[in-house]
């Protein structure tokens, strides 16, 4: 059985404190340092991925093209770009666009309290989705994304649409 990432843990400001197993990380709901990263294609719609069913935290719901940590001793630059390519198959230029700190219970015992890093991207090819992370993927326009999250809140990923709102606070256009 491989390993499991030592993820960062941080400070209201994002220094780093410490760092912890990930699974004990989110069982205390302690704050750790994320990303996540939206990508959009040159006609505006959001590549979304549908979580592996089988995660062992929001399986199955529709997020943002990737997310992740990284590793205890890894810059974010890297990781976000390792992470985007052992997810979806591909990279792409990234720029960040936010950060913000939310917590929320996740069920199953697990607590996500996240320093959270928001990466923006272009991409317009099909990805090569890794079954172990992703079930699925599509590329949605704002105005469908916007219509189905109201209708179907619970398809959606906590985060995701924590992040969509605060965007939209700060005037960030994702897509």
């Known amino acids: 059985m491989p ?5 960062i843990l941080v400070d209201e400001h994002d220094r780093q404190i410490g760092f912890m197993g990930k699974l004990e990380t989110h069982e205390k709901g302690l704050l750790h ?3 996540s990263i939206f990508v959009k294609n040159n006609k505006g719609e959001m590549m979304l991925q ?4 089988d995660k062992y935290h929001s399986g199955g719901l529709w997020t943002n093209t990737c997310c992740s940590h990284p590793r205890n001793g890894e810059d974010l630059t890297l990781a976000i770009h390792r992470r985007l390519k052992e997810e979806m198959g591909f990279d792409c230029a990234l720029t960040e666009v936010l950060t913000f700190i939310y917590q929320v219970d996740v069920g199953g ?4 309290y996240e320093f959270l890093h928001v990466f923006s991207g272009t991409y317009n090819d099909a990805p090569i989705v ?3 992370e992703a079930d699925d993927w599509k590329w949605i326009t704002m105005e469908e994304l916007k219509k189905d999250v109201a209708e179907n809140p619970d398809n959606y990923s906590y985060w995701f649409k924590i ?3 605060k965007a939209k606070e700060n005037g960030i256009v994702l897509t």
């Open 130 to 132: 890794n079954p172990e």
């Open 3 to 7: 390993r499991e990432d030592q993820i």
């Open 163 to 165: 992040a969509l709102q």
């Open 109 to 112: 015992g697990l607590k996500e």
């Open 50 to 53: 549908k979580r592996a069913s």
């Open 33 to 35: 340092r994320a990303f």
